[in-house]
C-alpha cells in the first residue's frame, strides 16, 4: 500500500510525500522492487535524475520480473534523457510482464509515435478507451495524434471533447481543444474553451495570451485587454520570461 501510494503522490506533484511513502515502504520490505521504483518515479519529478536512475537500475535488480523499474526506467530515457530506444525497450519489457497496466500503453504510444509508428500507437490507445472510455490521457493523446499527424480536426476534437466532459477541469485536454479550434477557424468556440481553461486557475501565460490575443482579432478588446495583462503578469513571473511572447 505505501508503494502504491508513494506512485499516486508523485504523479500528483508531490514527490517528496511520494519518496516518504516509498522510503516507509522500503523500511519494512528493503528490496522491494515496487517500492524502489516508484520511490525512482518520485526522485524523477523532484527532476533528481541521477538518482532516479540509480533507484530504478536498484529496482530491476532487486526482482527482474516485476513492470516497475522497467517502466519507470523507461520514462527516465525518454522524458529525462532524451533516449528513445532504451525506453522503447523498456517498455516492450514492462508491457510483457504487465500487459494489462494501461499506463503503461499510454506512455509508449508516445514512444512509438516518435519513431513514426503513429497507427500503432492508435491502436495502443483504443484498445484502452474500448476497456476505460473516460481514460483521460488516453483520450488526449488520441487527440492530438489526430491533428498533429493526420491533420483531421473533427476526430481530434472528438476525443478532446470527451476529455473534458470527462473531466471540464483538465488542462491538457481543454489547451489542445482550443488550439485545434482556432486552427480550424473556430474562434468563438476557441475562446469559448479558453475561458474555460482560464477558471482552472491555471498559471500558464500561453493559455491568457492566446486567449486574448483571439479575442482582441474578434473585436473583443474591453475582455481581451485584462486577459492579456494578466499572462503579462503570469509572464513575468516565470523563472525565464519569455520576451518574446
Not at 68 to 95: H, K, M, P, Q
Amino acid at each position: 500500500a505505501w508503494s502504491i501510494r508513494a506512485l499516486a503522490l508523485a504523479r500528483d506533484g508531490r514527490p517528496a510525500e511520494g519518496a516518504a511513502s516509498a522510503l516507509q515502504a522500503l523500511s519494512l520490505a528493503p528490496n522491494d522492487a515496487g517500492a524502489l521504483a516508484f520511490l525512482a518515479e518520485s526522485y524523477r519529478m523532484a527532476d533528481e535524475i541521477n538518482l532516479a536512475q540509480e533507484t530504478a537500475e536498484r529496482a530491476i535488480e532487486a526482482d527482474p520480473n516485476r513492470y516497475e523499474g522497467y517502466f519507470v526506467r523507461a520514462l527516465i530515457s525518454y522524458i529525462n534523457a532524451g533516449d528513445w530506444e532504451t525506453a522503447r525497450e523498456d517498455f516492450v519489457i514492462a508491457r510483457d510482464l504487465a500487459p494489462n497496466l494501461v499506463y503503461i500503453a499510454t506512455e509508449m504510444a508516445w514512444v512509438e509515435w516518435w519513431y513514426d509508428n503513429t497507427d500503432l500507437s492508435m491502436e495502443m490507445l483504443e484498445t484502452v478507451i474500448e476497456n476505460n472510455p473516460q481514460n483521460l490521457d488516453a483520450l488526449y493523446e488520441l487527440g492530438f495524434f489526430s491533428y498533429e499527424t493526420y491533420g483531421d480536426p473533427d476526430t481530434s476534437i472528438d476525443y478532446l471533447s470527451r476529455c473534458v466532459s470527462a473531466d471540464p477541469r483538465n488542462i491538457s485536454c481543454l489547451a489542445y481543444l482550443a488550439l485545434v479550434q482556432s486552427a480550424i477557424g473556430n474562434t468563438n468556440n476557441a475562446i469559448d474553451t479558453y475561458r474555460l481553461l482560464m477558471q482552472t486557475g491555471t498559471s500558464d501565460p500561453r493559455y491568457y495570451l492566446r486567449a486574448g490575443s483571439l479575442m482582441a482579432d474578434s473585436g473583443n478588446c474591453p475582455e481581451a485587454l485584462p486577459i492579456l495583462r494578466q499572462g503579462l503578469q503570469f509572464e513575468r513571473s516565470t523563472e525565464e520570461p519569455n520576451a518574446e511572447r
